[in-house]
């Protein structure tokens, strides 16, 4: 795959004096890039942060309320601007219908002109109907406070029938259109999540739509050993043939390439002791020419801080990492995890099951090493125990998965095609076997 160099602006910014009669403060080399200015965070679009925002996981006051720790988003929207983050993407359903606001509450403290909006048409439940997705679309506008929306995407396409069942027959597309004539939508795309055929129905419609940009999964896990049925390599390649802007979600799977099993977690350190494992992902999708923009859904400020080392005077992968990775990707396998990215789509259970956390303790427990192999294995009867009582104290005992009937209601709502109850029967029963030992 060729690669070009990331679009810099030279010059560094000017050194501020200390104290009189103060010795300078030591900074680390971390600190040193977070000292930065915007015009060293990396550009493949001229004008656009390579790292956008993802506001599906802002910070919560309170997880059951679901609350926004709105003076936390604050200040992580002003460390990113300060630093050349200037996408935000949000959508209406996100965070219990309240990221959009929460985003703007940040962003209307700085010129319009100074930041873009990324928004959704979040339409997903039937009875489709015209009405519904213009109303989604007209509260974006007033939860913004805004005139226009730079990205206005359709919302998780799996193919030409979903398109035409929620955006044709209901003519919202027609309207969007409209509205991107009129000026009010900047750039109209898509959100794939489905199929390789659905892909390729969707990328065909580019002469009919055009398409001002796609929006893909894309990580070195799914580059060439995707989960469900298309590679991110075949949906960039076409992207590029189209010369179509590609903006990125998932580049941590997830957050499971965060925080890889122990001997994945060796090999990387192994090459780049001082980076963080979440780093190589980053590092990975930045490497490709025909990304606009690398969204990241960053809950703390050192998520952040860690991605703008990443991404501020950013240093492409080299040949010989290219080929680590693939290595990483075909060991990822050899782990026995579910491949759910926490996006909380499948939510709320209308059995009160909590799905992504059942889903989490399993992953996070498979990831430590923690995951009880068998009886057989050291120190069993502690492991199990242990992993017994972690479970209990992470779900509550009526939101576990055995209280899952199979009635499939969250199977059309996972963007990853989960067989959910196939994978909480899969869970329930292997919990059943370390309750009565039988492993």
Not at 100 to 129: H, Q, V
Not at 145 to 169: C, M, N, P, Q, V
Not at 242 to 253: A, F, G, S, T
Not at 285 to 307: A, Y
Request: glycine share 6%; hydrophobic share 35%; with cysteine.
């Amino acid at each position: 795959m060729d690669r070009r160099s990331f679009l810099k602006v030279s010059g560094l910014a000017a050194a501020s004096v200390g104290l009189a009669g103060c010795a300078p403060k030591q900074r680390s080399a971390a600190e040193d890039k977070q000292a930065l200015g915007p015009e060293h965070m990396a550009q493949n679009f001229p004008g656009i942060g390579l790292l956008g925002f993802g506001a599906m996981r802002w910070p919560l006051l309170d997880d059951e309320s679901g609350e926004i720790d709105q003076e936390a988003v604050n200040e992580m929207v002003d460390y990113a601007m300060a630093h050349g983050v200037n996408y935000y993407d949000t959508a209406p359903v996100y965070l219990r219908g309240k990221s959009e606001r929460a985003t703007a509450i940040a962003l209307l403290r700085y010129p319009r002109d100074s930041y873009f909006i990324a928004t959704k048409c979040s339409n997903f439940r039937g009875p489709y109907s015209f009405e519904q997705g213009r109303d989604l679309y007209l509260k974006s506008f007033e939860n913004f406070e805004t005139d226009h929306i730079d990205y206005y995407l359709l919302h998780s396409i799996s193919g030409y029938a979903a398109l035409k069942a929620r955006f044709l027959d209901t003519g919202l597309l027609d309207y969007f259109l409209k509205e991107r004539e009129a000026g009010r939508i900047r750039n109209l795309g898509f959100s794939f999540h489905g199929p390789g055929e659905g892909f390729d129905e969707l990328v065909a419609l580019h002469d009919k739509y055009h398409w001002d940009f796609v929006q893909i999964q894309m990580n070195y896990s799914d580059w060439k050993h995707a989960t469900r049925d298309v590679d991110a390599v075949h949906m960039y390649d076409k992207l590029t043939e189209l010369n179509i802007p590609i903006v990125l979600m998932e580049p941590l799977l997830g957050g499971r390439l965060a925080s890889q099993p122990a001997p994945i977690t060796d090999m990387l350190k192994a090459e780049r002791p001082d980076k963080s494992v979440a780093s190589w992902a980053f590092r990975f999708v930045g490497s490709f020419p025909q990304i606009m923009c690398v969204l990241s859904g960053m809950t703390r400020m050192e998520h952040l801080k860690d991605n703008l080392e990443t991404y501020l005077d950013f240093e492409p992968l080299s040949e010989a990492e290219f080929r680590l990775l693939e290595e990483v990707a075909i060991r990822m396998n050899e782990y026995p995890q579910v491949n759910c990215t926490d996006c909380k789509y499948c939510m709320p259970c209308p059995y009160g099951i909590d799905i992504p956390g059942i889903f989490r303790f399993y992953n996070d427990n498979v990831r430590a090493g923690t995951y009880v192999v068998s009886s057989e294995q050291k120190n069993y009867a502690k492991a199990r125990k242990k992993y017994l009582l972690e479970y209990n104290k992470a779900i509550p005992t009526l939101r576990q998965a055995d209280h899952c009937i199979g009635c499939g209601e969250c199977l059309s709502a996972c963007p990853q095609r989960i067989d959910i109850p196939t994978q909480l029967r899969r869970i329930d029963e292997y919990i059943e076997a370390l309750k009565q030992e039988k492993l």
